[in-house]
């Protein structure tokens, strides 16, 4: 499937217009965000992978222009041109596993005004989406301690797309994979998973179960929660004793704390070390307080909330026109304003730890590190993203990352972004100048 | 792309077990949601018929099986069953478009043990989905009173395959249409749109972005709040004067209610009657409170909250074993306990509007009408769903539901789910073996 029409119809009724009146110029647009949503202290790049290959693969079929057609919306010439359109334009972008703020533009794309207006709802679509999940797994990874944790969302992701590139996003961020056997195969990042309540079920009893399964697996991890956890552990206790190799139970209802502490504790009497697996509608609140509490855990699963950044299930990204060869652009609809110009993003950093950023024109000097990334030059991509190599990047990045930030509630302190006087300098005269 | 492994490893890993020890008995799974989210009184059955389609196409390719041969956990016996592997058994659902609610069964599927668990993982991925989101265009629709809303969301919802189901499922449930142009295509349902505040900034003032889109399309619907809603609407005053053909302005920021009044009044003053088309952060909640408070809308432009169903973005459904050759099966975690048995669910109206469901064991003799269809016998579909039929027919069920149960906060009554007596009775008796 072809998915270059994956679109607002207003991106292709716009482009119209600009293809009959002429008005094809070199344009600048930027990706950023909003503001941060609920308790986000800062939120971290991702599927730039992705929008890169959408990009430099960005084309229409002789059946996609046949629906277009029928739509009897466009003349023909425009067609033909739609036919043969290929990207040519330029696109900077903060890499993926990147922290980055509000405001701060993490997508640039300077090319003509059509190419730069037909790809605004496919790369909203995939950064807005995989950027909240970044910045969802970024949370459980603090909260969780070093603890590994691993994606169990597929059954409750918006989707498939969603279910592969959710498990994509969270081994970037340093879960260490995912029981999403197809992302597994596409991304080459480990899968996990063992046995379900059903299967337990599927037997006359709990025992006879764990026994069926020791049969063709070896150290598997066994499911001790389908009628009484602590029944359940020692059924494992007694095949334990027997010589059977168990790497571990998985706990996935029930309090967590008492039962993990419990569980642990009777193995331990045992003399047996084996690993305590926990899941069940698990997120960085949940993670933050069963820790706590302490509950003991060798490994998380962590599905439906983390898949669905259930507290925080979207990222109000937005593509707005900064400059074109007419000059600076702005917006200035209450509550809307945006920064006019091609911008970059310097962060300064602090004993290793980072402690302001500054948003300025492109082609300001600026001290700090720049933060965005030239990816596609002429239409020509200079560099694709490789998963291992974000998943590193992350890791680096968030070692970075001031203390006062890695909260699950709101930080009382902002991280400092600061613009540049020659920035705000533009945007005060741009704003007199629309409201003369 | 062949989505078959889109699942969980631990399905693989017991259909191996299953394989191995010849425990591949006819068994019936059922989904269900656990319970209702915030504020919600009903849900929306949706999806079934991706879920018919992925069922009746589902295999394994070369490549998979090298994929999964490459994982070291199964014998070259099991990859080639799973080869040759084609689903044979029954499905039976509630269809799209229609009212159910939690612990009724959705969707039955009767086959040999490893089918029915290699289906899980993709089932509840789409249907949860899908239902989450017709759940939540169910109570836009409410809310917005006859007014036509459309889809505006594939910029915020979770990826690409999220885009094209919310369009289409939004439009079973009675949105007139979608902005998502590759929806349009591929559904054939209608697409709408036509400018963005880019549009407007790219010209050097907003009557020339104007006078420049009426010159491509005839009628359009113009975009007035780039800079100042109001002066937008005297713009629009001077082309209609001049006689340009307009069919409406949309407003999407600011205060709706006030401006949309005013700008109605204004456009009512100079004996024009346009139509005002209302965007930007809209959902039931937004909708019932501008409404009542008097805001002007011809139509509704309903994207991100809708798109990610952000109040309650997912449904909590479960597939779990209810029977098998050895007998009925439940499962009686803490605060997950399960109705065991092949089940139907049976509404009962009261002068065209619901009275209330009986769930009961399929073979029983009930009163009411049955929900769950036959779609899949033997691996043959029966039949396969139609959008346009699905939307006629959410229409139809919307129409008998309750009006205690049309509110946007939850409903101080509960509709009534009873329990058929012998339904309960074998509950009871299992959770006591269970216990003994």
Redesign the interface.
């Known amino acids: 499937m072809n998915?270059s029409?994956?679109?607002?119809?207003?991106?292709?009724?716009?482009a119209?217009?600009?293809f009959?009146?002429n008005?094809n110029e070199i344009?600048t647009?930027e990706l950023f965000i909003r503001n941060l949503p609920k308790n986000r202290n800062f939120l971290v790049s991702a599927g730039i992978d992705d929008i890169i290959k959408i990009i430099s693969e960005f084309h229409f079929t002789d059946d996609?222009i046949k629906?277009?057609k029928s739509?009897k919306?466009f003349s023909d010439d425009f067609l033909d041109y739609l036919k043969n359109f290929k990207f040519k334009g330029d696109v900077w972008a903060i890499p993926s596993g990147q922290i980055y703020f509000p405001n701060e533009p993490v997508i640039r794309i300077t090319a003509d005004?059509i190419s730069a207006?037909l790809l605004?709802?496919i790369i909203?679509?995939?950064f807005?989406?995989q950027s909240m999940i970044a910045s969802k797994c970024a949370r459980i990874i603090i909260s969780s301690r070093g603890i590994p944790c691993i994606d169990?969302s597929?059954?409750?992701?918006?989707?498939?797309?969603?279910?592969?590139?959710v498990a994509k996003v969270s081994y970037i961020c340093n879960f260490i994979g995912t029981?999403?056997?197809?992302?597994?195969?596409i991304f080459n990042i480990p899968?996990?998973?063992?046995?379900?309540?059903?299967?337990i079920?599927?037997f006359?009893d709990e025992e006879t179960a764990f026994r069926?399964?020791l049969?063709?697996?070896e150290e598997?991890v066994l499911l001790i929660?389908?009628?009484?956890t602590i029944e359940g552990a020692k059924k494992v206790i007694k095949l334990l004793k027997e010589g059977y190799k168990i790497k571990g139970v998985r706990i996935?209802?029930?309090d967590l704390v008492e039962l993990s502490k419990k569980v642990k504790q009777i193995f331990k009497n045992e003399g047996f070390d084996i690993k305590i697996f926990l899941s069940g509608d698990l997120d960085e609140y949940v993670i933050d307080e069963i820790l706590s509490k302490g509950a003991i855990a060798d490994a998380f699963g962590v599905g439906?909330?983390m898949g669905?950044?259930?507290d925080a299930?979207?990222?109000?990204?937005v593509?707005?026109?900064v400059e074109?060869e007419?000059g600076f652009?702005?917006?200035?609809?209450?509550?809307?304003i945006t920064l006019p110009g091609k911008k970059q993003v310097y962060r300064i950093y602090k004993n290793g730890i980072m402690e302001k950023d500054i948003i300025a024109l492109e082609d300001e000097k600026c001290e700090g590190i720049p933060l965005l990334k030239k990816y596609i030059e002429n239409g020509n991509v200079l560099e694709y993203e490789d998963i291992e190599n974000s998943r590193k990047f992350f890791k680096e990045n968030l070692s970075t990352l001031p203390d006062y930030l890695k909260t699950t509630r709101k930080s009382e302190i902002d991280y400092p972004i600061e613009v540049s006087d020659k920035l705000l300098k533009i945007k005060q005269e741009l704003i007199l100048h629309?409201?003369l």
Chains 1, 2 share one sequence.
Request: charged share 25%; hydrophobic share 25%.
């Open positions: 998915i029409l994956l679109t607002d119809l207003y991106e292709i009724t716009m119209y217009s600009y009959k009146s008005r344009s647009f996609d629906y277009l739509l919306l005004r207006q605004e709802t909203l679509n995939q807005n989406f169990f597929p059954r409750r992701d918006h989707g498939i797309d969603s279910a592969l590139k029981s999403n056997v197809l992302a597994g195969k899968v996990y998973g063992t046995m379900a309540h059903s299967y079920m599927s006359s069926e399964f049969k063709y697996f598997p929660d389908t009628y009484d996935d209802s029930g439906t909330k669905t950044s259930s299930p979207y990222l109000n990204g593509y707005k026109l074109d007419y652009k702005i917006k200035t609809s209450p509550g809307k629309n409201h």
